[in-house]
């Protein structure tokens, strides 16, 4: 599958928590072979002081909960903002969450930037290991 479109996603309420992805802003589930070539924009407006507020932005995948990604390509940029909280841009997925186990595998890349993974709970912060 591939997709040629911008995606944005945006809050600003309370705990609101964006998630943009060229393909998915937010996967539970198997993606293969799949290509983006748009932006993927996050942008939390949230004024709530309890950093509590995040923004996730992706060349692929906003945010990965749980699942299998393989053979995934981004093309496009890739941008996150919060205005009182934390904002992950990563160039194939923003935010990978470790606890369910996901799986990136094969050729998974971007050929932009930012590149990798914005945060990586396997690793403790960003990164390049896909």
């Not at 949230?46 to 093309?75: D, L, P």
């Amino acid at each position: 599958a591939s997709a040629s479109a911008s995606a944005t996603a945006s809050g600003s309420g309370g705990t609101t928590s964006p998630h943009a992805g060229g393909v998915v802003g937010y996967n539970g589930g198997r993606v293969e072979n799949c290509s983006a070539t748009g932006n993927a924009t996050a942008a939390n407006a949230s004024t709530y002081t309890a950093n509590t507020s995040y923004s996730y932005a992706g060349g692929v995948f906003g945010y990965v909960n749980t699942g299998t990604v393989r053979n995934c390509e981004a093309r496009g940029g890739v941008a996150a903002s919060a205005v009182n909280g934390t904002a992950y841009t990563g160039g194939v997925i923003g935010y990978l969450l470790s606890y369910y186990n996901p799986t990136v595998t094969g050729n998974t890349h971007t050929t932009g930037q930012p590149s990798g993974i914005g945060w990586d709970e396997r690793s403790g912060g960003p990164s390049n290991n896909i």
